[in-house]
């Protein structure tokens, strides 16, 4: 049997996606997923002008909308008092992007990049679980539990937060933000559902705590999302995050926010992880990809995204570095890769912390935060323009952050 020109440890969005993304460049790739068949645990994602501009370079788009929602606005509330603070004009965003904001279920997003790689020819394999990753004279081996050995030119690591592949880089370990999230999706034909308005996807922040709502399935399906902090994490305590600290944590929120909890799934929850950005993702043959290289917060919803940008961009580089006789410059790709993907995403996971931070503020810091977002232009776009713009391939091409925006500053009198 013939060696690939490409293994992808992980089957998951991010794996799929850089499977698609060199098998359409005439590429050999084979996917290794450790569980038994191909599937996506979880409930609804948010795909921003960043990916749906992939998406559609993809032929994919069209699909997306069909299994989405394009909602009309992105709104934030106060979780205490349930007022506005600020939003997006999401049909405004599509114009000045040129793609749009669209909200899916993961496991349509899954199954369609699933479908992609079927019709492109990959080679998709079930039960590998890779225990060991290493370089070989002429490309890198992926070493599986039952004792057997993949190999390939290039192997991509896409085997999440807890990476094997890591480890040739770094020694570090998830970190903790001490955050949990319950979801829970409901039909939209009756009950409380029925009175959501699903033209929007809206965020209340709250003190240590937030919850998101949005339509999934064309508006059949509500999802709803509710995050806080754990005391027992905090304190240090194994089990921790569980539903019993759920009703707590919004005691003091509005009366929207409290009605949504008994639909969240008290039967599984998800603790909030990420790691320090690392800057170095490829070992000679072996590059990292998605959350193996950079697992982020939710808070941007760029997480899943950044995963389809690592695919896309090596995607992109394969092509521009294969000669006429269709042999890649693979160190050139790597290099390229190496170049561009890490810096990007380092902005992206700091800033993840930093906007968690802002959202679960309470007491003076929260009114601050209050006093800024709604002074916010709805046409404002500084904010995401660094973010929601064509994704770099050269580090040229990475656009300058934004300027932030002290809390302090509500205190001027030009504020108060």
């Known amino acids: 049997m013939t060696d690939p020109d490409v293994v992808v440890g992980g089957g998951g969005i991010g794996g799929l996606g850089a499977a698609y993304a060199l098998s359409r460049r005439g590429l050999a790739v084979r996917v290794l997923e450790q569980a038994s068949s191909f599937g996506e645990v979880g409930a609804g994602i ?17 699909e997306a909308r069909d299994r989405g ?27 000045r992007y040129g793609f749009p904001y669209l909200v899916i279920h993961r496991g349509d997003l899954h199954a369609m990049l699933l479908r992609a790689c079927e019709r492109a020819g990959v080679d998709l394999r079930t039960s590998r679980r890779a225990v060991a990753y290493a370089n070989t004279a002429g490309g890198a081996r992926v070493t599986l539990a039952d004792g057997r050995a993949e190999e390939a030119r290039i192997v991509i690591a896409a085997d999440g937060l807890h990476s094997t592949a890591r480890g040739l880089l770094v020694d570090d370990r998830p970190v903790s933000s001490a955050y949990v999230a319950y979801r829970g999706t409901t039909p939209t034909s009756a009950g409380r559902a029925a009175h959501v308005d699903l033209s929007e996807v809206v965020v209340y922040v709250g003190p240590r705590c937030h919850f998101v709502h949005y339509g999934l399935r064309g508006g059949e399906l509500l999802n709803q999302v509710a995050v806080f902090e754990s005391p027992k994490a905090r304190a240090g305590e194994q089990d921790w995050g569980t539903p019993g600290e759920l009703d707590a944590a919004f005691e003091q929120t509005c009366a929207f926010v409290r009605e949504g909890l008994p639909d969240m799934w008290r039967d599984r929850w998800w603790r909030m992880y990420d790691r320090d950005p690392i800057m170095t993702w490829v070992d000679g043959d072996i590059a990292l990809l998605g959350d193996a290289a950079h697992p982020s917060l939710q808070y941007l919803a760029q997480g899943a995204i950044m995963a389809i940008e690592d695919g896309w ?53 929260r009114r601050q935060r209050n006093v800024l977002l709604r002074e916010r232009d709805t046409y404002d776009y500084s904010f995401v323009d660094w973010l929601y713009g064509p994704t770099s391939l050269h580090p040229t091409e990475e656009p300058p952050m934004f300027t932030p925006v002290p809390l302090a500053s509500a205190d001027t009198p030009t504020h108060t």
């Open 69 to 95: 929602v394009l909602p009309n606005a992105m709104i934030m509330r106060d979780a205490v008092d349930g007022t506005e603070l600020t939003r997006l004009d999401l049909r405004d965003l599509e114009r």
């Open 46 to 62: 948010q795909l921003a002008p960043n990916c749906t501009r992939i998406l559609d370079d993809y032929g994919l788009l069209d």
């Open 313 to 365: 961009v090596l995607g992109e580089q394969a092509a521009r570095h294969r000669a006429g006789d269709g042999t890649v410059d693979w160190p050139a790709v790597l290099a390229a890769y190496q170049a561009v993907r890490p810096e990007h995403c380092r902005r992206v996971v700091t800033t993840s912390r930093a906007w968690g931070e802002l959202w679960h503020l309470d007491g003076r810091a």
